[in-house]
């Protein structure tokens, strides 16, 4: 899912707004020969437990004189396969700020504001495996040709959790060979395209079957979009730190491991689990 910034300026009918547009969809109804349909969603400011959203209405003329729009209301519910229940319906209506025209034989768009609202628990979780969300928009448009309706469905996209990611982990001998050193480059990503903050990634590090360390990163990291945090751990691995068969591990030419834990954000906690392994440079 990608965002930019871009000025929409639809004939006379101008917001600033943050783009991530939807599929475009079918259906619609009409007056004569006017038509209006729900094209697609552009999102003005989205975050992990909702969006304000443009549902971008486009009139059709295909009469022969010029038709203004003058305003329009709409309705939307989720609905399909994996829809949340319990929320909704969002309601929104403009009126444009200036006059607008679908001028003969060509069209217009309308850009409706609409607040949705995300589920929470496990709802929630998954809402976000879903590549797209359906909205079914209902509704009219207010024009000097009457009111247009409006019945179809458009789509956008879901937001995505948190990603826990091992971006480098390497091992080395130390000590004149004597020891071992573990080296993790950990990574929470975030995949959307907006700020997202984390409250917290719980992690378990485990080398070659033994626990070594446990800790709490991320809390309350602001996380920039499809951008990552990176957190850096490290381990001696000798008798000390590991017990008398350490140099069980120092034989080793690939060591394995495991960051286990969970991710904490928006009230929702999922679990994260990475494995690999590590080359042992000596």
């Known amino acids: 899912m990608s965002m930019a910034m871009r000025a929409v300026c639809m004939m006379g009918l101008c917001a600033v707004v943050a783009c991530s547009s939807s599929k475009s969809a079918q259906g619609g109804g009409s007056a ?16 992990f437990t909702g969006a304000t959203a443009y549902v971008v209405l486009v ?5 022969g004189k010029d038709v203004e729009i003058q305003g329009a209301s709409v309705e939307v519910a989720y609905e399909g396969e994996g829809a949340p229940e319990g929320l909704g319906p969002f309601k929104g ?3 444009p700020a200036r006059r607008s025209v679908a001028p003969a ?5 309308v850009p409706v504001e609409i607040a949705l609202e ?12 879903l590549d797209v969300a359906k909205l079914k928009v209902t509704g ?4 000097s040709a009457g009111k247009i309706p409006v019945d179809g469905v458009t789509d956008f996209p879901t937001p995505k959790l948190l ?4 971006k480098d982990a390497q091992m080395s001998s130390i000590d004149g060979g004597a020891a071992g050193e573990v080296e993790l480059d950990l990574v929470l990503y975030n995949p959307n395209a907006f700020i997202v903050k984390a409250d917290s990634w719980d992690i378990k590090v485990v080398i070659a079957g033994k626990e070594l360390k446990t800790e709490k990163l991320a809390q309350g990291e602001n996380i920039q979009p499809q951008a990552g945090v990176g957190y850096s751990q490290g381990f001696k691995i000798d008798q000390q730190n590991w017990g008398a068969d350490y140099k069980d591990v120092l034989k080793l030419s690939e060591v394995p491991y495991e960051v286990t834990g969970s991710i904490s954000v928006g009230g929702v906690t999922y679990p994260s689990s990475i494995s690999g392994k590590m080359k042992f440079h000596r």
Do not use: H, I
């Open 105 to 109: 034989g060509g069209s217009a768009e």
């Open 163 to 166: 990603e826990g990611q091992v």
């Open 32 to 47: 004569g020969d006017v038509s209006a349909r729900a094209a697609r969603v552009d999102m003005k400011d989205a975050a």
């Open 59 to 63: 009139v059709d003329n295909q009469g």
């Open 140 to 143: 009219e448009v207010a024009t």
């Open 93 to 95: 209506a403009m009126q």
């Open 118 to 129: 995300y589920p929470t628990g496990e709802a929630f979780l998954a809402f976000t495996k």
